[in-house]
């Protein structure tokens, strides 16, 4: 079975920067593709960035040259650079692997910015 789990996640400050880590255990890591999604208290969960088996990159408008995803196959992991933080930015952070109808996803990892 596949198994994702986030880090990287904490409290920083606007403006302020956090690279957050999803490692996936299980076969077939390289053939997936990847996500970062997030939510807020009382928001949909939403798309941030993706990034196919084949390295294409996809971002929200809300991130769009703030946010960097890319994938490392050999060590089944994929991240996401997040700088110029701001407030707005903040909620769980959860990775999912694009298998199946819904994916794989993580337990989550919360960031918060705030002054």
């Known amino acids: 079975q596949v198994q994702l789990v986030e880090s990287g996640g904490g409290l920083v400050q606007p403006g302020g920067s956090l690279r957050l880590s999803c490692a996936a255990s299980?076969?077939?890591?390289?053939?997936?593709?990847m996500g970062w999604f997030r939510q807020a208290p009382g928001k949909q969960r939403e798309l941030v960035a993706g990034?196919?088996?084949?390295?294409?990159?996809n971002y929200a408008d809300s991130v769009k040259g703030r946010f960097t995803i890319s994938r490392d196959n050999a060590k089944k992991t994929v991240y996401l650079e997040m700088n110029s933080l701001k407030p707005e930015d903040s909620a769980v952070y959860y990775c999912n692997l694009a298998r199946g109808p819904v994916g794989y996803w993580g337990p989550g990892t919360q960031v918060i910015v705030s002054s």
């Open positions: 990034i196919t088996s084949g390295g294409i990159r």
């Open positions: 299980g076969s077939g890591f390289s053939f997936y593709g």
